[in-house]
């Protein structure tokens, strides 16, 4: 069954440090999503991407992330600097042409 | 902007009963109401789906039923197992432009045994 893959599972850093995460979505898959996952909590849209291009970055706290998918394929997400309330799970998701959303394992980031 | 309400915040339930979670949405132009489950430590993972065209939709022990004019929607767990216990979340999308979905708070369910 095609995953979508992430890396890496586990992050800890210091605040005001920059970390990146990375997401490879399913073969084909023409839509891919970040969401952030606060312990308790459901997922939130950080930014959406329809092939390489930003459909809806609205909740993306852009001082401080930023997203790029330059070929339409992988993505990868960056934090610079870090600050204590971005420790969360940063899920990435991809979706293709019927209704279905799969979703990574996630990278879980501790900032300290 | 809360868009997705979901209850219970946790549910405990014995082996072989009926867990029933609920979820209410305010967005009327949401066209597709799926329900995840999550383990700890890993992302979550499609449980079932329905569309707003259709009132229930059953697969296996798992039961969608949606309510459109009460802008409502509910899962049922029958014959609950030990290996249900995980959290489980409401969710709803536009798929028009294959919008994101919105999550519900999340029920955490454990099953005993």
């Known amino acids: 069954e095609a995953e979508v893959a992430q890396s890496p599972r586990y992050k800890i850093t210091e605040k005001s440090q920059a970390v990146a995460f990375w997401c490879d979505p399913i073969?084909?898959?023409?839509?891919l999503y970040w969401y952030r996952q606060i312990l308790g909590q459901g997922p939130e849209l950080l930014v959406q991407?329809?092939?390489?291009?930003?459909?809806?970055d609205s909740q993306l706290p852009k001082d401080r992330f930023s997203a790029e998918r330059l070929k339409g394929v992988d993505s990868t997400l960056k934090i610079q600097p870090a600050e204590l309330g971005d420790s969360a799970m940063y899920l990435c998701?991809?979706?293709?042409?019927?209704?279905?959303?799969?979703f990574g394992s996630g990278t879980r980031l501790t900032v300290v | 902007q809360q868009q997705v309400k979901q209850s219970p915040q946790s549910l405990i339930v014995q082996k072989g009963g009926i867990s029933i979670i609920n979820c209410a949405y305010e967005?009327?132009?949401?066209?597709?109401f799926p329900w995840y489950q999550q383990f700890p430590g890993k992302g979550p993972a499609l449980l079932i789906a329905?569309?707003?065209?259709?009132s229930e939709k059953k697969e296996g022990r798992f039961t969608i039923s949606f309510n459109k004019s009460a802008k409502q929607f509910s899962l049922h767990i029958m014959d609950s197992q030990p290996g249900d216990s995980a959290t489980y979340f409401c969710?709803?999308?536009?798929?028009?432009?294959?919008?994101?979905?919105?999550f519900g708070s999340g029920t955490r369910l454990q099953v005993q045994p």
């Open positions: 998701a991809s979706s293709g042409t019927n209704y279905g959303y799969t």
């Open positions: 073969s084909g898959h023409a839509t």
């Open positions: 967005n009327t132009a949401f066209d597709y």
């Open positions: 969710a709803a999308s536009i798929n028009t432009g294959r919008r994101a979905l919105t």
């Open positions: 329905i569309r707003p065209d259709v």
């Open positions: 991407f329809q092939d390489e291009s930003v459909v809806d």
